[in-house]
């Protein structure tokens, strides 16, 4: 047998759904970036302050006291309290049989649609979007459909005849994240409302992520944004994701929770043995700290938040050809300048030529495309080093 007549050999590849997962765009901005000095990053969702002291210190104690073991699936049970507590202050009675602790928001986002969620499954989510609400779905084999946001003079708006008539008899699933990474965008009580009862009507489950809720600006007397815990009773097809990393900065502990009917816990449960068994328990124990006593920080925080938006608004306003609008929520502006309509090259010369990091819009979907995200959770000085960056860029190639 001569060597042409060996069949070719396979490479070992993935199966077919996890190839065609997107990769990040926001990776690969930030790639581009490897080698040039002082990169002033606004790229990613988070904060550029460490975690409050007394949570750190709670780890600390945690694990001196050797806090080392794995804990029940669902988590320790003072954190679980605590976290009803937190819940049923926000919203409304909530009992312990409700919360299950996860290893972050993006774990609890991947539990919730494996409890739901199978091949072929029908699928809706609103985009723009973080594009892990839509890759999930997709690692089980399901199929989604998306609904976009319209941009205009109000800045992103949702066209709720147009999500409701989306959500057919066969759709299994919808997934909503409000307040929106990475528009800002917040859904409105009555859009919740509408879409709760068509949902209930169709038995359509609703995954609502809302783990930005407390990054909320356009009401100060409101503690949080609208929300699906606000109108659906816990034993409702509603599976509420929240996370620790946004409201407390813990974006690198990955603690997290779940709001879902008691009759899903023990198959929740299960999930989480398979998939990480546990969170660690000493970070749990740092979870209760910021759930206990985090609350004027949290305020703070978000105060903070809006100075850093309006300030960052008002700077980019200033320049030729910017258009941008202050959202309601989460921590990012999405908005279009000139030469946004190719956004992965935009951001990828902005980041080689001036070291600013921003995220292309067209890595939240298609529907992105024409807009740069920039997370604005640092201080004015840091904001206005970044726009005097994009000031230089712009002056450089849009002729004026
Ligand atoms: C919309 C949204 N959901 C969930 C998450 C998950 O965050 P984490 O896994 O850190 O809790 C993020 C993080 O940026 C997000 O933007």
């Known amino acids: 047998m001569s060597e042409s007549d060996l069949p070719t050999p396979r490479l070992p590849n993935a199966r077919d759904a996890v190839r065609a997962l997107r990769p990040s765009q926001i990776r690969e901005v ?10 002033l990053p606004f790229w990613f969702g988070e904060s550029d302050r460490v975690t409050p002291e007394f949570i750190r210190t709670a780890a600390s104690e945690a694990l001196a006291q050797g806090a080392t073991f794995y804990t029940h699936n669902l988590g320790i049970a003072p954190l679980r309290e605590a976290l009803a507590g937190y819940v049923t202050n926000l919203h409304g009675a909530t009992s312990v049989d409700h919360i299950a602790v996860t290893s972050a928001g993006v774990n609890a986002l991947m539990l919730a649609a494996q409890l739901v969620v199978g091949a072929g499954d029908r699928v809706v989510a609103v985009t723009p979007l973080w594009p892990n609400l839509v890759e999930i779905p997709k690692i089980l084999g399901a199929h989604v459909e998306t609904v976009a946001l319209g941009y205009g003079a109000q800045g992103w708006t949702l066209d709720l005849e147009r999500l409701l008539s989306a959500l057919t008899p066969d759709t299994k699933l919808l997934m909503l994240n409000s307040p929106n990474n990475p528009t800002g965008w917040v859904m409105s009580a009555e859009q919740q409302r509408a879409v709760l009862e068509h949902c209930r009507r169709l038995g359509i489950w609703i995954v609502a992520d809302e783990v930005y809720e407390r990054l909320y600006y356009a009401d100060d007397k409101a503690r949080t944004a609208p ?10 097809r509603v599976i509420c994701v929240n996370s620790f990393s946004k409201a407390w900065l813990m974006t690198g502990w990955r603690l997290g929770w779940i709001v879902a009917p008691a ?3 023990d198959d929740l449960g299960k999930l989480v043995e398979y998939n990480t068994s546990c969170a660690p328990a000493f970070v749990q124990q740092a979870g209760i700290a910021a759930v206990q006593q985090g609350e004027s920080f949290t305020r ?27 959202p309601p929520g989460s921590m990012y502006l999405f908005f279009s300048l000139p030469g946004a309509q190719q956004s992965l090259a935009l951001c990828k010369a902005l980041v080689r030529e001036v070291g600013l990091g921003v995220a292309p819009g067209s890595a939240f979907g298609p529907e992105g495309e024409g807009f ?11 904001l206005d080093a970044g726009v005097a960056r994009l000031q230089t860029f712009l002056a450089r190639h849009v002729a004026g």
């Open 372 to 382: 740069v995200r920039w997370c604005y959770a640092c201080d004015t000085a840091r």
């Open 263 to 265: 009759s899903l816990m």
């Open 300 to 326: 703070q925080l978000v105060a903070d938040l809006k100075t850093s938006r309006d300030h960052l608004v008002r700077a980019l306003s200033a320049l030729p050809g910017v258009d941008v609008k202050a």
């Open 227 to 236: 929300s699906f815990l606000d109108l659906a009773g816990r034993d409702e």
């Open 30 to 39: 930030a790639n581009a970036g490897f080698g040039v000095e002082n990169v």
